[in-house]
């Protein structure tokens, strides 16, 4: 096995970093930087990022280990936005993000194929759920991704939209996920949020560390990721 050093090394981390500072909004994997924006320069047929139900809560629940998502509440996309689909019990809330829950400059925003289950902490389904909501909500009405940022600006020095609270996390291990185009369902991995920050406070970014860290300026975040070596099914997900 190789050792810790080796495992991340500065060399692979460039391109991570470059990506995710195009702009992550709930995440979605580095190599989202081999896509350009005018790969998907507007959004498709609302039928082309729909799933069926059963298939939807089933993906949501694949986000994390069955010990978590079983008493979670699942979200399904609705005609108008995002709808519980199953009450939950233990303050998780699951649901498959699409491309337009990453920042608003990111590549996949529009990209109709991204299915991005995630399951967030309660703590993360208060202050950074609302976030995926209202830009869910505002991609249905019809609006632009230049009238999202405003949206997004104004919700925010509003406070309508709020900063991470402290412990905010998500869990991001299934399978059957598809984050990009040139990563499909790339690592298995935990996410945590907190209001911008420096990354190295968490010693993330740095060589022979696991965290990969980045700020986005729109959402007045920074989302620190850490790999993990399983799926949430327990098998083993790809070597880093």
Same mark, same amino acid.
């Given at each position: ?10 060399? $692979?981390? =460039?391109?991570?970093? *470059?990506?995710?500072?195009? #702009?992550?909004? +709930? &995440? ?41 998502? $079983?008493? =979670?509440?699942?979200? *399904?996309?609705?005609?108008? #936005?995002?709808? +519980? &689909? ?155």
């Amino acid at each position: 096995m190789e050792d810790d050093n080796r495992r991340f090394p500065r060399r $692979r981390l =460039a391109p991570v970093i *470059v990506a995710l500072m195009v #702009g992550l909004g +709930t &995440a979605f994997p580095p190599q989202a930087v081999a896509q350009t924006p005018s790969s998907y320069p507007t959004m498709a047929p609302i039928e082309h990022y729909r799933m069926a139900r059963d298939a939807e809560i089933a993906m949501a629940r694949s986000a994390a280990p069955e010990s978590i998502s $079983r008493d =979670a509440e699942i979200m *399904v996309l609705g005609q108008h #936005g995002f709808d +519980t &689909a199953v009450k939950g019990t233990n303050g998780f809330v699951c649901l498959v993000e699409r491309g337009w829950s990453a920042g608003v400059n990111d590549p996949v925003f529009w990209n109709p194929k991204i299915r991005g289950p995630i399951c967030l902490n309660a703590a993360a389904a208060r202050s950074n759920l609302p976030n995926t909501i209202k830009k869910t909500e505002w991609v249905l009405a019809g609006l632009t991704r230049e009238q999202i940022s405003e949206k997004l600006k104004a919700a925010l020095e509003s406070k309508e939209l709020t900063p991470p609270e402290p412990g905010s996390m998500c869990y991001m291990m299934s399978k059957d996920g598809y984050l990009s185009d040139s990563a499909g369902h790339w690592h298995p991995h935990l996410m945590f949020f907190v209001p911008g920050t420096d990354a190295k406070a968490w010693g993330a970014n740095l060589d022979g560390s696991p965290m990969l860290a980045a700020t986005d300026p729109v959402e007045r975040l920074t989302i620190f990721m850490l790999p993990v070596s399983n799926w949430s099914d327990g098998t083993p997900g790809p070597s880093m």
